[in-house]
């Protein structure tokens, strides 16, 4: 997956590109972090005060009693699409609304998300709807929302613009879709004629997650000029990302390392979350499937409580097969995602950038 080869060369007037070293992937974030943070604080800039400040609590630039702080998170999306203008041979800053306009999206859906789940904590810090109350907390999401659509709006025009707007709302409804999905999971069996299936979740995932990456590398590409063919590759390589990070999440989820999730190990099973292991694990013949559901009950409500029963389900998923299915999956789409870059990207730096960060998402701590 290192050996990336690169097609014709890239358009005369690409200037200005990212000084990108595809080893150095953090250092490529920081870049693209760098780069859009600026936009995204004019966006944020003409909000009402009080809402204002929870919205750059949520973004990592204040903390609760209003003071400055470093921003968090690694800004994935955002990266995706700077980095999509440059694989085309555009200059990243083309890319830039669209940049805002995903990771504003992205920021909304997990302050509704942790509001729907109950979770306390994101990024190692209370989760706005802990800070500031369920109220406030759905305010920032709507907050949000509006300026990913306002900052989109008003740094494109014509059939670009139309073309971007209808791009990134067609995201937001499938990602709205993909949160219903996993929503109407929880009241679903383990097993039986209505668990949900291998096939079902991987919709709800590629709804959820996938769709948004996907807009980020397709909204780089299309702001940056790309032609319709490599709009719809780069559009399909974020989704195949997508669709790696959320295998991959779903491993965190159950024994990822605190340091690296913020949350406690074994978490998705405190919760009693559907997620591609367990769901894997139960369809399994393996004798450690029959056991597996006895341990986790009907399926409804809050999940497995204690400590040894956590850790044997934990157990019990890996010999059934789970957790090498949902490693296997992630590893499955990151390849794809790297055959699209290498057949469709024409500046090096850039897709070199763009397979290191699929590796660095996907190869977290777990």
């Not at 305010?139 to 139309?162: P, Q």
Request: hydrophobic content about 45%.
């Amino acid at each position: 997956m290192n050996d990336i080869r690169i097609g014709p060369t890239a358009r005369p007037d690409a200037l200005d590109l990212l000084p990108l070293d595809g080893a150095d992937v953090l250092r490529t974030l920081e870049l693209c972090r760098d780069l859009v943070t600026p936009a995204l604080r004019e966006a944020v800039s003409g909000l009402p005060p009080d809402i204002g400040r929870a919205v750059e609590y949520t973004l990592g630039w204040r903390s609760v009693e209003g003071l400055p702080q470093q921003a968090g998170g690694k800004a994935l999306r955002p990266a995706l699409a700077l980095l999509a203008a440059q694989a085309v041979g555009a200059p990243p800053r083309s890319a830039v609304p669209a940049a805002v306009a995903v990771e504003l999206v992205h920021v909304f859906s997990l302050v509704h998300d942790d509001i729907m789940d109950g979770d306390e904590q994101r990024r190692h810090r209370p989760s706005v709807w802990k800070a500031y109350g369920v109220g406030p907390a759905v305010l920032v999401g709507d907050a949000l929302l509006a300026l990913a659509l306002n900052s989109l709006a008003r740094a494109t025009s014509g059939r670009i613009g139309a073309a971007a707007l209808t791009f990134l709302s067609s995201s937001l409804v499938e990602l709205v879709a993909g949160q219903a999905e996993d929503i109407s999971f929880e009241d679903r069996p383990w097993t039986g004629q209505r668990a949900v299936t291998v096939a079902e979740y991987n919709a709800m995932a590629d709804r959820k997650t996938a769709s948004l990456l996907g807009c980020a590398s397709g909204l780089g590409a299309l702001l940056g000029g790309a032609d319709a063919t490599q709009v719809a590759e780069l559009t399909l390589m974020g989704r195949h990302l997508g669709r790696a990070f959320q295998a991959s999440d779903d491993l965190l989820g159950i024994w990822g390392d605190p340091d690296v999730t913020g949350k406690p190990v074994f978490n998705d099973l405190r919760q009693g979350k559907k997620t591609l292991p367990v769901i894997a694990a139960l369809g399994s013949a393996a004798p450690a499937a029959r056991l597996l559901a006895a341990l986790l009950g009907t399926g409804e409500g809050p999940g497995v409580s204690d400590e040894q029963d956590l850790r044997d389900a934990a157990e019990l998923i890996a010999a059934a097969g789970g957790r090498s299915f949902a490693a296997e999956a992630a590893a499955r789409h990151l390849e794809q995602a790297t055959r699209i870059i290498t057949g469709t990207a024409v500046e090096s730096g850039a897709a070199h950038a763009l397979a290191a960060i699929g590796r660095f998402a996907v190869h977290r701590s777990h």
